[in-house]
Nanobody, 125 residues
């Protein structure tokens, strides 16, 4: 079972940048789709971005395209989310997630089995 720990959250102003990191342990993530999700108070958790095992394929929710970038380093067993031009509506707890796969294809937007504990991102206007 893969274990995930997020870091890098914080309080920033609108327009600033943050870089979230997800460190995996107990399993190599090279055969896992990896994703980032977020949950704001009073809302359901939503998909943000995902990346295939090789890193060759990515997926994003429309509202973050062009501002957020997901990357991975399988040698370091980490996944990152670079967040630029942050907006107040990006405020949420951000979660890293993993899903084992035998194929290096388009990463899914749901159905992830393993989750981290989350890191808070707050963007002030």
């Amino acid at each position: 079972q893969v274990q995930l720990v997020e870091s890098g959250g914080g309080l920033v102003q609108a327009g600033d940048s943050l870089r979230l990191s997800c460190a995996a342990s107990k399993r190599a993530i090279s055969t896992y789709n990896m994703g980032w999700f977020r949950q704001a108070p009073g809302t359901e958790r939503e998909f943000v971005a995902a990346i295939s095992p090789s890193g060759g394929k990515t997926a994003y929710r429309d509202s973050v395209k062009g501002r957020l970038t997901i990357t991975r380093d399988n040698a370091k067993n980490t996944v990152n989310l670079q967040m630029n031009s942050l907006k107040p509506e990006d405020t949420a707890v951000y979660y890293c997630a993993a899903s084992w796969t035998s194929r290096d294809s388009d990463p899914p937007r749901r159905g992830y089995a393993y989750w981290g504990q989350g890191t808070q991102v707050t963007v002030s206007s």
